[in-house]
């Protein structure tokens, strides 16, 4: 058994109660989002630079062009009105278009009128179970396979139906679900976000959540041999380990740490060996303590991180991220009641404490400039896959984040996260064209992203995914009105681009 520490260690921060909830989550002032240094200063490894996909299917001569947008770019810039042009995968140019009236007549290019809308990267999410069924998880080591892989799939297509374009794996129910359904991400067979993949999570004997979703291991020797098994058997490219409890598991408190530390050095050196990136369920101190001291990259919750905790994560806040999954906490408090679970048994749990204990320590570590990012662990029955923003509001209510910051820290702070922030998460020239047109000012009200009818476009890749139907309107006079011109890309004659009918699986 790894080391246990039922009493919280002793906190120095301001604490925050439920009453302290913020209301007003408009833009206050127009203060620069202080995140943005935050992410600028990351010094990842870049020994543990991930596998570099890419997502087939774009025409190298498929031209785009959105006209009269606000362009929110992720930059820390406030958004400015103009023009964007993507050529094939990548945006080309932005604010100012070159030969704007000459791409507007030409037949081949597909334009779509912003009339102020915003423009903006495409959403990233960092904890993401794509194999979660949105019910019971219980159930889910008994789900067939069959039906398994088309549950992962659908919650796929759902991320990219909700405007989000990257995402990061936070463990998978079966062991090569979120693998099989990358590669048919990448190789353009199904929607889906940029995904990097992640296996079933590694926990003790006595240490799981849900025994059936979960790769049991048990001392150093066990745990390299399950971290290779998920690298090279598998093909993840992130590894998971389940360190502390869950207060809904009766008999696991979130304030255990189940792992040693011979345990978790042994999963990280592994991992790390194969430059693949260690992420861990730690909601536990000793549990927080251990992943900084043994360098996890990825520390999700980090609920009862004390000021020992605090002081060592200011310390190494260039190469860390936490990704507190804060909608479980909130969902789980005070939502999860015609699901069976009540108000009064999840306060009994200890779930309202903990999320006002987690809430004041990650005020903390904003203030402290270490990069905290949106991503929820969605996909249980009260945290329905689809309703992903919402950690967005979470980030402006409950965290003291700006609208902008929030945003910030879900386009370019995930981009980092997915360590390719020179290319991903921002509206600038050279990178990818991931992005979504929004009907709405999300500085004004950062709940318009949950709104799916408000995301009028999505794009990934320099793809249309989505234009709804406005986008198509056309004037009885015969004069286009709005959106784009429907009648013109008939004339567009590119050579189909076909994927191979026999792939490797
Ligand atoms: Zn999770």
Redesign the pocket.
């Known amino acids: 058994m790894g080391s246990t520490a039922r009493v919280p260690g002793a906190v120095s921060w301001e604490p925050w109660t439920i009453a302290d909830i913020k209301t007003d989550i408009k833009e206050t002032g127009k203060s620069f989002p202080r995140n943005v240094a935050y992410i600028d200063n990351l010094k990842l490894d870049p020994e543990l630079q991930p596998t570099q996909y890419q997502l087939t299917g774009t025409h190298p001569e498929s031209t785009i062009l959105i006209t009269d947008v606000k362009i929110l770019d992720s930059t820390g810039r406030e958004p400015y009105r103009g023009d964007v042009l993507i050529r094939g995968e990548k945006i080309v140019a932005v604010g100012q278009v070159p030969n704007k009236d000459d791409l507007q007549k030409d037949p081949r290019v597909r334009v779509f009128n912003g009339k102020g809308r915003t423009l903006m990267s495409g959403l990233g999410d960092g904890?993401t179970?794509f194999t979660w069924n949105g019910g019971d998880l219980a159930r889910l080591g008994e789900l067939g396979v069959e039906e398994h892989v088309l549950l992962t799939v659908k919650s796929a297509q759902c991320f990219l139906d909700s405007g989000y374009t990257m995402c990061f794996g936070?463990?998978s129910a079966k062991d090569r679900l979120d693998v099989v359904v990358r590669d048919a991400i990448n190789a353009g067979d199904v929607p889906g976000p940029r995904y990097m993949a992640n296996g079933r999570e590694i926990a003790k004997p006595d240490g799981d959540l849900v025994a059936g979703i979960t790769a049991f291991a048990e001392g150093a020797e066990e745990m390299r041999r399950t971290v290779r098994r998920h690298i090279v058997d598998f093909g993840v490219d992130n590894v998971k380990l389940s360190m502390s409890g869950e207060e809904i598991c009766d008999a696991r408190s979130a304030q255990d740490c189940f792992f040693t530390d011979e345990e978790t050095a042994a999963a990280v050196d592994e991992a790390h060996k194969y430059k693949k990136r260690v992420c861990a369920?730690a909601r536990a101190r000793d549990s927080v303590t251990q992943c900084i001291k043994h360098g996890v990259d990825v520390i999700?919750h980090g609920s009862y991180v004390d000021d020992e905790g605090m002081e060592m994560l200011e310390q190494t806040k260039h190469r860390q991220f936490i990704v507190p999954?804060i909608n479980w906490l909130w969902a789980t408090s005070f939502e999860a009641e015609a699901f069976g679970y009540s108000h009064e048994a999840a306060e009994k749990a200890g779930y309202k404490k903990e999320l006002e204990i987690a809430v004041a320590g990650l005020r903390e570590m904003h203030r402290r400039g270490i990069v905290v990012l949106p991503g929820g662990?969605y996909g249980f029955a009260w945290t329905p896959h689809g309703t992903y923003a919402r950690d967005l509001e979470h980030f402006v209510k409950l965290l003291d984040f700006t609208p902008h910051e929030a945003i910030i820290a879900a386009t370019a702070g995930v981009a980092a996260l997915l360590m390719r922030g020179d290319e991903l998460g921002k509206i600038q020239p050279g990178y990818y064209a991931d992005c979504i047109l929004v009907n709405g000012d999300p500085l004004e009200d950062i709940t318009v992203l949950q709104d799916h009818s408000k995301l009028d476009v999505i794009i990934i890749n320099g793809r249309v995914h989505k234009a709804g139907r406005k986008e198509y309107i056309v004037d009885t006079s015969g004069a286009l009105t709005t959106g784009v011109q429907s009648t013109k890309h008939l004339e567009v004659d590119y050579p189909e681009m076909k994927p191979a009918m026999q792939k490797a699986y």
Do not use: Q, R, V
């Open positions: 904890h179970h936070a463990a369920h999700f999954a662990d």
